[in-house]
């Protein structure tokens, strides 16, 4: 895996959880609108190594708080970690470039 996939891949992850993230806060805000039904979010990996979210649309049920606060604590992780991951490759091509010259 080469520098750049790992951001690309990085990237397309930070994008698809950060979508997830809108999703699950629209599903809190709304969860006492007469008639909403919440959506989900499935995250997969796409054919090109990097991270693709599916939303799905609910069929009348409710929303559930306490699935909206994990799903939150899991959203934030997952952007946290691939950030790191960003972090750690322009440290790389910092000290890459330091060898170099």
Same mark, same amino acid.
């Given at each position: 895996m080469?520098?750049?996939?790992?951001?690309?891949?990085?990237?397309?992850?930070?994008?698809?959880?950060?979508?997830?993230?809108?999703?699950?806060?629209?599903?809190?805000?709304?969860?006492? =609108? &007469?008639?909403f039904?919440?959506?989900?979010?499935?995250?997969? #990996? @796409?054919?090109?190594?990097?991270?693709?979210?599916?939303?799905?649309?609910g069929?009348?049920?409710?929303?559930?708080?306490?699935?909206?606060?994990?799903?939150?604590?899991?959203?934030? =992780? &997952?952007?946290?970690?691939?950030?790191k991951?960003?972090?750690? #490759? @322009?440290?790389?091509?910092?000290?890459?470039?330091?060898?170099?010259l």
């Amino acid at each position: 895996m080469s520098i750049g996939s790992i951001s690309s891949s990085a990237l397309s992850a930070v994008a698809a959880y950060g979508t997830s993230l809108n999703v699950t806060a629209n599903n809190v805000a709304n969860m006492n =609108t &007469s008639g909403f039904t919440p959506s989900r979010t499935i995250i997969n #990996e @796409d054919s090109n190594g990097g991270v693709r979210v599916t939303v799905n649309k609910g069929h009348g049920e409710e929303v559930d708080i306490a699935k909206e606060m994990v799903d939150t604590m899991i959203e934030k =992780t &997952s952007i946290q970690a691939n950030i790191k991951s960003l972090q750690a #490759e @322009d440290q790389i091509i910092k000290s890459l470039i330091d060898i170099k010259l």
